[in-house]
């Protein structure tokens, strides 16, 4: 490989959610933590090189992103997805959490029902609610051991109040890439209901081999009618402290109002550093974005590997997309609480808890597999040795 991803790099000391804080929110010290969704790995070369550029110059102040920021965008979505963006669609955000809160105040009214398919990323749930509407869940199905959507309950759990659904393509925390057929079948459905999808896909970038990601609003012009896409550079390149997001919105209406509410609610300065480290991993980043994927993938098979010959009792689920897996820890026939014991306190290694994601990942554990290998193997030893005792 041209880029090492073996690498370790000491993040203590750095203000890190991930490595700073394990007393305060664990209460326990010494941890390996693979839990919160950022990457242990240092950014693209080219992106670091952009972002000293732009350090260098040492003048800030209030910036625009230029023509060749979206230019570098729309570049990117058609070499990695074949999908063609107009520019006109794109808007700029903060972030993708900080755009799904003004579209719920948009496109939603207060007690309006928003449809989620837990076990799914924590935010979108508290979002809804903390907007004062009302969450609908149609949650996921395991079949053969692979998680799917329930399309047919949807269909049941779909009310006359309900407005909108939020997709997380590819799924977190399930981490499958969904097919064209389903996404088809959901589009149309919501469609035929009068349903605005909002599709998270900040992880679209990152499928692993043997898989490809199809963005919802490219399946038809009338899909993307009724899609607003939410999309990042932050997952891709590891730079999600520095805030930056793309809305993509097809329909001219649903654009304006989104443009008007924005503007009201938060106004938009874009981040110069920002700007210049997503327009660089655009450009020039795809070859280790290529190398990491299959990094990735070998971290998966490790952790295959060991389940199978050290921890049989563990549960796996095919990882398709994402960086991270979901761990089916329920055949222990330990208590929630007593399995958070064993992995923080015995094994000290932080994982993100199932029941935050929802129905379905009670007895489930979230893990990063975006860490050095070395790092990885150390985190599985610890759970062997304590999963191991009675």
Same mark, same amino acid.
């Given at each position: ?7 370790? /790099?000491?993040? @203590?000391?750095?203000a ?17 933590? *693979? ?19 732009? /350090? ?13 920021f979206? $230019? ?12 063609? /963006?107009?520019? #006109? ?13 003004? !579209? ?15 076990? /799914? ?7 809804i ?29 779909m ?24 996404l088809?079948?959901?589009a ?12 998270? #896909? !900040?992880?679209?970038? &990152? ?8 963005? *919802?609003?490219?399946?038809? %012009?009338?899909?993307?009618a ?22 993509? !919105? +097809? ?16 106004? !938009? ?11 660089a991993?655009?450009?020039h ?11 990735? $993938? ?6 295959? @590997?060991?389940?199978? #010959?050290?921890?049989?009792? &563990?549960?796996?689920?095919? *990882? ?5 897996a ?34 379905? +990942?009670? $007895?489930? $554990?979230?893990m990063?597999?975006?860490? %050095? ?5 150390? +985190?599985?030893?610890?759970?062997? +040795?304590? *999963?191991?005792?009675?």
């Amino acid at each position: 490989m041209a880029y090492d991803f073996d690498r370790l /790099v000491d993040r @203590r000391g750095t203000a890190s959610v991930k490595w700073d804080y394990e007393n305060e929110y664990t209460g326990h010290t010494g941890l390996l933590p *693979l839990w919160v969704a950022d990457m242990d790995f240092p950014a693209p070369g080219p992106v670091l090189d952009a972002i000293r550029h732009r /350090v260098d110059h040492g003048v800030f102040g209030y910036v625009r992103e230029p023509d060749s920021f979206f $230019q570098a965008a729309r570049g990117w979505m058609e070499r990695r997805h074949g999908w063609g /963006v107009p520019r #006109e669609w794109i808007v700029t955000s903060p972030s993708v959490l900080s755009a799904l809160s003004v !579209i719920l105040l948009t496109f939603t009214s207060p007690g309006d029902g928003v449809v989620i398919q837990p076990p /799914v990323y924590h935010p979108f749930g508290l979002r809804i609610r903390a907007n004062g509407r009302r969450v609908v869940e149609n949650p996921l199905v395991l079949r053969g051991g692979k998680w799917e959507m329930d399309l047919d309950g949807l269909e049941r759990v779909m009310d006359a109040g309900t407005r909108m659904l939020i997709l997380c393509s590819p799924h977190n925390p399930a981490g499958r890439v969904w097919e064209r057929s389903e996404l088809e079948r959901l589009a149309g459905m919501c469609r035929s209901r009068g349903v605005l999808v909002v599709s998270d #896909e !900040i992880h679209f970038d &990152l499928v692993l081999p043997g898989h490809r990601h199809t963005p *919802l609003a490219s399946l038809s %012009p009338e899909s993307a009618a009724n899609t607003i896409t939410l999309v990042a550079p932050t997952k891709t390149f590891n730079l999600a402290g520095l805030g930056c997001s793309l809305t993509l !919105i +097809a329909s001219p209406a649903h654009r304006e109002k989104f443009e008007a509410a924005q503007s009201a609610i938060m106004g !938009i300065a874009p981040n110069a550093i920002s700007v210049a480290a997503a327009e660089a991993g655009w450009r020039h980043a795809g070859p280790w974005l290529d190398e990491l994927l299959v990094y990735l $993938q070998g971290n998966y098979g490790l952790l295959k @590997r060991f389940v199978v #010959e050290r921890l049989p009792s &563990l549960g796996l689920f095919a *990882l398709q997309g994402t960086y991270l897996a979901l761990v089916d820890f329920g055949r222990l026939g330990l208590s929630n609480a007593a399995l958070r014991e064993k992995l923080l306190g015995n094994a000290r290694v932080w994982l993100d808890d199932g029941v935050k994601f929802g129905r379905g +990942a009670e $007895q489930m $554990q979230r893990m990063n597999l975006a860490c %050095p290998r070395s790092v990885l193997k150390e +985190a599985l030893e610890r759970m062997a +040795a304590a *999963l191991g005792r009675p």
